[in-house]
């Protein structure tokens, strides 16, 4: 048996605690701690395993917001290891009761036995990381994306009508990556303009000519491209595969943020837009999801909790994440592509399609971390025209280094060691 502390902190004449732990049939008096006019608490001697519980208070059901919990109760894993603090005031751990985990959760991790590492500071058994998946899977399954949307600020589309280069202009002036399309005819949003629409854009430009001119992509709207879009994919990456046109993938206000991440993570794509509607009509673009939105929302959530979650407090260097594996501490078999300093800006937007990625570390002939090139970067080159003059082929990714944007450079900065806690790496602003 573990001794399990339990505290209410908000007050009251009476205050009870009852579980599952004990079949929600008995109400287990609390105590006013000494000193204190508002601290309830209640040790209660308990197996291993993972419950809830909530808190009559004066004759009302009540949850505490700020200890883990799903809609309607409070949730503790009881554990044989130091895995809870003994302070009363840090009794909280979690663990749901979910019928539901999303299967693509962190599947798997293993423990590390070699490498030139220490051994971790804390191990995850199959039970904990059970657990770190079933919260996670409530939290996401039950926020919905309406609790992203800010509420104030403003949401951009761009005419399918809109002149390729205006369109180039328009998102680097508003620090866009990708921006929804509104299809005017048909009054309804109709795709997505990305970072990668340009990429292949300058391509195309590229192979047609040795540089480029204004006139080039004045001539032509963001619907004429989008038509023979598969076309210049096709061209540029040289595949024979089939590549179809899909529809507009997007969400609404009230799904939840499991469905929209599955959407982005099945669909291989950088963002969805948040569409409400009513019986299909009268579309209203409400906000941009991706998935570093969702992260700062799950850390947000969990971030007086980060203690309680084994995995969070594990370094990232025993965790197979990425190309990382933790048992050689080195790289998977899967290929870590990256770009050396002397490489064109052509070979490397050219890779960034080839490999579906969306960033490639950028390093010198001595293996030292350089920098980072991604899709969004291509944008920069809006500023002062800059893609008027450039010749993809000849540019090196060294030329194009100074023009990254400033969130590359703060990347570059905060390089991240083996030994960083996860926790304290999803959490860092």
């Known amino acids: 048996m573990v001794q399990t502390p339990f505290t209410w902190r908000y007050g009251g004449n009476q205050v009870f605690l009852s579980g599952s732990f004990n079949g929600w049939s008995e109400r287990i008096a609390m105590v006013l701690v000494e000193g204190s006019g508002t601290i309830f608490q209640r040790i209660i ?33 009881v554990t044989e290891t130091e895995f809870l603090s003994t302070e009363f005031s840090n009794a909280e751990a979690v663990q749901p009761s979910t019928s539901r985990v999303l299967p693509w959760i962190i599947p798997y991790v293993g423990s590390s036995s070699g490498g030139s590492h220490n051994e971790p500071l804390l191990r995850t058994s199959d039970g904990e990381m059970d657990v770190f998946r079933r919260v996670l899977s409530m939290h996401l399954l039950s926020t919905t994306i309406y609790e992203l949307i800010p ?96 529809p507009l993938i997007h969400a609404g206000p009230d799904e939840s943020l499991a469905d929209v991440a599955s959407k982005i993570l099945q669909n291989n794509i950088s963002a969805v837009p948040v569409i409400h509607s009513v019986n299909g009509s009268n579309p209203r673009l409400l906000h941009i999801v991706c998935l570093s939105r969702i992260l700062k929302n799950i850390c947000s959530h969990f971030q007086h909790h980060l203690g309680y979650l084994n995995i969070l407090q594990q370094p990232v260097g025993y965790l197979p994440l990425g190309t990382w594996a933790v048992e050689f501490s080195q790289a998977t078999g899967r290929p870590l592509l990256k770009l050396n300093p002397n490489d064109t800006l052509s070979s ?32 920069s080159l809006a500023h002062d025209d800059v893609y008027t003059a450039v010749q993809l082929n000849q540019m090196t990714v060294s030329q194009v280094s100074p023009n990254l944007s400033h969130w590359n450079l703060q990347v570059k900065e905060a390089e991240i060691d083996t030994r960083h806690a996860l926790g304290s790496i999803l959490c860092t602003e």
């Open 151 to 246: 509420i104030s600020g403003k949401v951009i589309a761009l005419d399918v009508e809109v002149d390729v280069e205006q369109a180039f202009h328009d998102m680097y002036d508003s620090g866009l990556t990708v921006v929804p399309l509104w299809d005017g005819n048909d009054r309804q949003m109709a795709g997505m303009l990305t970072a990668s629409d340009f990429i292949l854009i300058l391509l195309q430009l590229q192979r047609n000519r040795a540089t480029f001119a204004n006139a080039e992509l004045q001539a032509q709207t963001i619907s004429s491209w989008k038509s023979c879009k598969l076309q210049h994919h096709r061209d540029i990456i040289g595949t024979t595969a089939p590549i179809h046109r899909r």
């Open 45 to 77: 001697d308990l197996p291993p395993g993972c419950y809830q519980y909530k808190f009559l208070v004066d004759g009302t059901w009540r949850v505490d917001q700020h200890q883990i919990c799903d809609q309607e109760n409070n949730i503790v894993l």
């Open 348 to 379: 490397a937007l050219t890779l960034l399609l080839e490999a579906q990625i969306s960033s490639i570390p950028i390093v010198d002939n001595e293996g030292n971390f350089v920098n980072i090139y991604s899709r969004g970067d291509i944008i």
